[in-house]
């Protein structure tokens, strides 16, 4: 494995920055340039960087689709939110026609997951191979019935490329564009499953839409070992460690506090924040982010633990 | 983790010490259960004083949730005191600090939650008369 690619981040519900959302970042970047001069266009992305996601960016509005390049030709991805909807266009741009294979793992068929499938434009193109991995014995069902009357327009069976579902065992290894996967069930309505990517000696780890409610050390331990000296964890951290035991528990979701936790005690190398709660702000996952680097350190008896939070775009190399 | 409590009229104080995490938050659950029990139908408050607990993990936090919830539905109070400043860090990060009343020190605890117990706490810290 090479690098993880982000087409959507974002938990439950893709959002969108507003027109005043995008005039307070203009104004706070004008805010901070008063009276500077920049000389040279380096100057100025120098600035631009200083600035920080929450103005000079956002993180991001797509819900979950995560690419992992695996070093050989074919792409694999992770679930089917609506930023498989880019990454469709990028694949299209880059090939055309020209045939490519895809394996695409899925957490989960709730609707965030699956929304992308219909505007994913390789699926229409013949030629194409498309295996669509994952543990639900519905999985077939759902990724069809989203597209059935009068939800969709466009039937399942319009599809050109060559599609088809394998269903994957729990617990076991299965060898899959020369990675090691495996899955492991969790916590969620419906049931989700986190992935175990291994492959040329890196570690990725894919958890989301995963709670941990604490209660049992057994499983708390479980997770620990599925994370054991991964390379990164993209982990669902939804919610503050406060509401996601309280008014938010059974909901599904973790909070960052716990993602620390589990990763200091697996010795994970770098703990990537995932799927945010669609109601928080660019400088609400800014904080968060910043909290749970001050947090991690704070609690840090090891090596230390990389921290990041996932936006649209962002790479991270293996 | 050293773990001991004093009762003053209506309010339990416990004092948990060092470090809590996934190795030891069973045993604080197990030393809270009987402070968190009613007796006659009435439940005691509970002041936690954090004064010389180092460290608390998400594990512990969930502890102090649940002792929470069992207060509440005791119709007692549940509030935790002298936070070193890496705990109080902690209780931030977490939010824990929206969802359980922290104050400065366990005598401003007991201010707030029961007169009579905050002088019973008052005439236990004095010095015997001789």
């Known amino acids: 494995m090479k690098r993880i690619r982000f087409w959507g981040t974002r938990g439950s519900l893709p959002v969108a920055l507003t027109a005043a959302d995008v005039r307070r970042k203009v104004v706070a970047a004008l805010r901070g340039a008063s009276g500077r001069s920049f000389a040279s266009d380096a100057e100025l992305d120098a600035y631009v960087d200083s600035l920080g996601m929450a103005v000079a960016g956002t993180f991001g ?117 020369g990675m090691s996967v495996t899955l492991k069930l969790q916590r969620h309505a419906g049931d989700s499953y986190g992935y175990r990517f291994e492959s040329q000696g890196r570690t990725v780890i894919y958890t989301t839409d995963s709670e941990h409610p604490l209660v049992d050390a057994v499983e708390t331990d479980s997770f620990v070992e599925f994370f054991r000296d991964a390379d ?24 960052n506090v716990v993602g620390v936790d589990l990763c200091q005690r697996a010795r994970v190398r770098h703990l990537c924040l995932f799927h945010h709660e669609p109601a928080f702000s660019d400088e609400t996952i800014a904080g968060v982010l910043a909290d749970t680097r001050r947090y991690e350190e704070i609690t840090r008896t090891g090596a230390p633990l990389l921290v990041t939070t996932a936006y649209d775009g962002m790479e991270i190399d293996l | ?37 009613q007796s006659d139908g009435v439940a005691p408050s509970l002041v936690l004083d954090f004064g010389r607990v180092e460290y608390i993990s998400s594990v512990g936090l969930r502890v ?30 977490s939010r824990f600090n929206h969802v359980l009343e922290v104050f400065p020190s366990v ?22 008369a001789i």
């Open chain 1, 61 to 177: 509005g797509s819900s979950s689709c995560v690419e992992i390049e695996s070093g050989r030709p074919d792409y694999v991805l992770c679930d089917l939110g609506s930023g498989v909807r880019a990454f469709g266009q990028a694949a299209m741009a880059k090939h055309g026609a020209t045939p490519q294979t895809y394996h695409i793992f899925m957490s989960h068929l709730h609707w965030d997951h699956i929304m992308g499938l219909p505007f994913f434009t390789p699926a229409y193109i013949p030629g194409n191979r498309i295996r669509i991995y994952g543990g639900h014995a519905t999985l077939e069902a759902a990724l069809r019935r989203q597209q059935e009357e009068p939800s969709f327009p466009v039937p399942f069976s319009i599809f050109r490329a060559d599609i088809e579902f394998v269903h994957l065992e729990p617990g076991r290894r299965h060898d899959v564009a």
């Open chain 1, 232 to 255: 990164v964890v993209i982990f669902d951290a939804m919610y503050s460690l406060a509401d996601a035991i309280s008014v938010k528990a059974d909901w599904g979701h973790s909070s």
């Open chain 2, 1 to 37: 983790m050293e773990f001991s409590s004093s009762r003053f009229a209506d309010v339990f104080v416990a004092i948990p010490v060092g470090r809590v995490d996934h190795t030891n938050a069973e045993s604080l659950n197990q030393a809270l259960a009987p402070l968190l029990a």
């Open chain 2, 64 to 93: 102090l949730m649940m002792a929470a919830k069992q207060a509440r539905s005791s119709q007692a109070r549940i509030a935790v005191a002298a936070l070193q400043p890496v705990v109080g860090e902690i209780f931030a990060i």
């Open chain 2, 107 to 128: 005598r401003e605890a007991l201010a707030e939650i029961s007169p009579s117990a905050l002088a019973e706490f008052d005439a236990a810290q004095k010095p015997a």
